[in-house]
């Protein structure tokens, strides 16, 4: 083994990377950039979850255990009356809220029994198991009453007490795994037909550059179309992801992200001149949405600079659509579908238009 040899194959490659100045920040940037949005997110001061206190009790121990409530460190909870608690409940802007009965301290001292009514919105489980913790931790608060005994009555809005993980990620995991590897596809598939001379050769036959970009567009569609449905029957049939919602809404959805994917897929492939190069988008297009859409951490959590950030992404409201269609039951007619529909198929729509003006340009 020659020793000059494997040098010399050393340096021809380093020297490569030198010339690539894509592959060098994708290198030693892009790990800095998903770190450091990582550990903001992890350390950023982000919100605790929001409850509400709703004290009917007549008797000095639910004022106690109110007061423990708001100091408490797990939670952000704030009094307020019952039919308020209720209505900000529904509208999503609170994970949850304790009734405290009129009867609270005479079932302390006479039962001996603790039982306040805890309301969850239930859809994020993280958030739940909050409320119910900083619940349970302040009838600490009641120690030097002996032999109480603790049974809250749980009711959940939506999801229920069999509502786990895989029920909360899958919804948002059935529309990003199309939406990824439709357009990782798209990406390395449609660069490697420019690269092996097919759109050239496309130009020279009689077929016209409307017609050429259609039909581009359309293949990559019908194929992505197709996952998008065995993902969904996957996901329902062999997995058992919690579904509440219309099976055909959670379609479009996907569909209109399978379309979003390819055509950003074909947009992006243009300003790549390998395979390797149009991978590099992964980590700068891809996985800095997977962290901000509220796929992993819920965007109430998020710092606020970065919740702001959040609201500008579309696939933030593609998994907020599939959420609300899949864990709420949610049709048409709520507001809040109605603007998940209209912001991915807007996206959609604005990467049509991309990839179709940069396709012409290329191949003209």
Known sequence: MSRRRVAAITRRLLQQFRRDRRTLALLFLAPLLILGLLGYLLRGGGGVPSMAIVNLDAGPLGGVVASELEQSATVSATRMSQADAQAKLRSGDLAGYVLLPADFSTQIQQARLVAPEVHLEGSQPGLSGSILQAVSQSFTALAGTAGVRFTPRVTYLYGGPSFDTLDYFGAAFIG????????????????????????????????????????????????????????????????????????????????????AAVNLGIFLSMFARSEFQAVQFIPLVIVPQVLLAGII??????????????????????????????????DLGWSSLQLDFGVVLGFGVLVILAGATTLRRRIA
């Open 176 to 259: 990003l795994v199309v939406f990824f590897l439709v357009f990782v596809i798209t990406a390395v598939s449609f660069l490697r037909e420019r690269l092996q001379g097919t759109l050239e050769r496309l130009m020279a036959s009689p077929l016209r550059r409307p017609e050429i970009v259609l039909g581009y567009m359309l293949g990559f569609t019908v194929l992505a179309l197709i996952q998008a449905a065995e993902v969904l029957l996957f996901s329902l049939i062999v997995l058992h992801v919690h579904n509440s919602g219309n099976v055909a809404l959670i379609f479009v959805m996907e569909a209109l992200m399978a379309i």
């Open 297 to 330: 951490f819920p965007l109430s959590t998020e710092p606020g600079p970065l919740q702001v950030l959040s609201r500008v992404l579309p696939l933030t409201y593609a998994v907020e659509g599939m959420r609300n269609i899949m864990i709420k039951g949610a």
